[in-house]
């Protein structure tokens, strides 16, 4: 479904991601994890094509270089980490903006494309407040209307930047679930950077662990989160312990005085 | 992949079922009663002036013309003169500029994301200023002043345009920013027009009564001529910018996101920037430099009917041709039979009424 070859971006003369390949098939999950400044957020906007990139990404083996903005944003749909929500603009007309790459340049949006957003709204719980405006929900509500924006575009591949990172563990966890369960639902490819590498383990099926903008490895949760294939991104600090039925669990670890490599990055 | 493109595809969209219950932006009632606030307008602004013509002989001056066939009506042809060739033409002109001033306004604050933006700021005024300067000082007929006008006005945001979006690092995604240097180059662009304009005006002293004029801007010498001139600029720039409304909703939400929501950036802007400056210049070419429409009238109707564009822009026309009839009976009235220049009164009426506006509902951020 998207495969990254060899991709590199430069930020002027600093390279933020150097030679990352790797891919990921329709309906899976790839969780994008690694230190700050790793090059996570920036693999997610080469693959919206927000940054310059030289190497290949292709979508369903289109090149997303040679796409139009309106042909890329009906294969894929990103949900930055910090999205804009004008405050003042209700719950359903955000949502409609996901209709944007299915309507043509002046029109306005059909019946059709209420219908599929208001069954968006109720699919994530939202219908009563469809007519709320956005400065007037929760983390938890507003979360779910960016996610029903992003499910409006009906790409294929969707790519979350820490989606849940103003929300506490609970609805995170719901959240991350609900994200599994739409992606179950509609074959979706997702492209995740998840801070929290517990959840990272426990919702993706793949890890892609990048270090200074490169792939330090990549495999299922269970090769990528362990003490010596972290140790070196993330520095000593973590500790990686397994659960009676096999779960991985990432804590923090005390250093006594000693920093670890990554302790002061 | 083929599959799921396809059924991202709008081919495959469901058919149209039931209306759903999905609320929308409702834009009618706010659009009936600046509509009527603006015919209210019209016909005030026919009615009031120095002839003292009764409000009946008004409106039979208005019906005979209109209604030809109507022979009962009996209107002294000095009575008809006055309404048909003096005030209709100076009304027609002084609301067809304010449309295109606050819909410019309008258009320019939605594509900048900046609620300080208007025509103005990229160079309108500072050019328009120069080129009916230059005409001025060279003793160039009166019917010169419209078209170098225009043209300064146009050239400024050109050039503006030209030296902002060069700036940038390349085409593509990657340039976003382009949107503050333009900005930037449009304070630069205007600083430089006017320090020529300003230096021209002083060394030619003679006429600077009748540059100082033209540039408070005004209505007085409105003429039929004058409003078929600008016409189709405001009949295409008031399509072109209504057109774009949901385009412009979309930009609410940021360039970043816009673009990967599958907009144009650079289009869009581009389109919406020549469309608001061609009116805006078409405006300033008629009325001289009337200040401050482009940005009190949007941000009126955004705190007291919402910011969706889809009532925004085209509100902000109508209101914004009500707003300068309604200065302009002011401007010829206050000090009558002198005339107020029209920009003291936009100013002078307009900031204080927007100044309670913003403090009544303060607590709405959402201006840009």
């Known amino acids: ?265 | 992949m083929k599959s799921a493109v396809g059924k991202a595809g709008p081919a495959s969209r469901p058919a149209p079922g039931p209306r759903s219950a999905l609320p929308r932006v409702r834009s009618g009632r706010a659009i009936a009663a600046a509509t009527a606030v603006l015919a209210v307008s019209l016909f005030a602004g026919v009615a009031i002036g120095p002839a003292g013509l009764s409000l009946p002989t008004v409106a039979r001056a208005l019906l005979t013309e209109l209604l030809p066939w109507h022979p009962a009506l009996g209107v002294p042809a000095i009575d008809a003169a006055i309404i048909w060739q003096i005030r209709l033409p100076r009304v027609v002109l002084g609301a067809l500029v304010g449309a295109m001033l606050a819909g410019g306004g309008a258009a320019y604050q939605g594509v900048f994301r900046n609620p300080l933006a208007d025509p103005y700021l990229l160079g309108v005024a500072a050019g328009g200023g120069l080129g009916a300067t230059i005409v001025i000082i060279a003793g160039g007929s009166p019917d010169l002043l419209p078209p170098a006008a225009f043209l300064g006005a146009a050239g400024a945001v050109a050039v503006t345009y030209v030296l902002g979006s060069g700036a940038r690092t390349g085409r593509g995604p990657s340039a976003m920013g382009a949107t503050a240097a333009i900005v930037l180059a449009g304070v630069a662009v205007a600083a430089l027009l006017t320090a020529v304009q300003t230096y021209l005006q002083q060394q030619h002293y003679q006429t600077l009564q009748q540059v100082y004029t033209w540039i408070l801007g005004g209505l007085s010498l409105a003429t039929w001529s004058d409003v078929l001139l600008i016409l189709p600029y405001v009949i295409v720039t008031a399509v072109i910018l209504v057109a774009h409304r949901r385009l412009l909703d979309v930009l609410r939400v940021g360039e970043t996101e816009a673009s990967t929501l599958g907009v144009d950036i650079a289009r869009l802007r581009l389109t919406v920037v020549i469309a608001a400056t061609l009116g805006t210049a078409a405006a300033v070419s008629v009325s001289g430099l009337i200040g401050f429409v482009g940005i009190i009238v949007p941000h009126t109707v955004r705190l007291t009917a919402g910011p969706s564009y889809r009532i925004v822009l085209p509100v902000s026309m109508i209101g914004g041709a009500a707003f300068l009839v309604l200065a302009d009976i002011a401007a010829r009235t206050v000090q009558a039979p002198a005339e107020v220049p029209i920009g003291v009164i936009t100013a002078f009426a307009g900031a204080p009424f927007f100044l309670v506006v913003l403090r009544s509902r303060r607590a709405r951020q959402d201006l840009a």
């Not at chain 1, 990139?53 to 009906?74: D, H, K, N, P």
């Open chain 1, 1 to 265: 479904m998207i495969v990254f070859d060899q991709v590199t971006v430069r930020y002027g003369a600093a390279a933020a991601l150097a030679g990352v390949s790797e891919k990921a098939a329709a309906g899976e999950w790839l969780g994008i994890i690694g230190p700050n400044g790793a090059g996570k957020t920036t693999l997610l906007r080469a693959a919206a094509h927000l940054v310059r990139y030289e190497g290949s990404i292709e979508i369903g083996g289109q090149a997303v270089s040679g796409l139009r903005r309106r042909a890329l944003a009906q294969l894929v749909a990103y949900v930055p980490q910090l999205p804009e929500l004008p405050p003042e603009m209700s719950v359903a007309d955000y949502v409609l903006l996901g209709r944007t790459p299915h309507i043509g340049y002046l029109r306005m949006e059909t019946a059709a494309d209420r219908e599929i957003c208001a069954g968006l709204l109720d699919r994530m719980g939202l219908t009563p407040m469809a007519g709320r405006l956005l400065g007037t929900l929760s983390g938890g509500e507003l979360q779910r209307a960016v996610l029903a924006r992003a499910l409006a575009q009906q790409a294929p591949v969707l790519l979350l930047d820490e989606p849940t990172s103003a929300l506490d563990l609970g609805r995170r966890v719901a959240a991350l679930e609900l994200v599994d369960e739409l992606r179950q639902e509609r074959s979706l490819t997702v492209l995740s950077v998840v801070h929290d590498l517990t959840l990272a383990g426990q919702f993706a099926d793949r890890l892609l662990l990048l270090d200074s903008g490169r792939a330090a490895t990549a495999g299922d949760p269970a090769s990528v989160l362990r003490d010596e294939v972290l140790a070196g991104p993330f520095g000593v600090g973590l500790h990686v312990l397994t659960t009676p039925d096999g779960e991985r669990v990432v804590t923090s670890r005390r250093m006594g005085g000693q920093l670890g490599r990554g302790g002061l990055r």
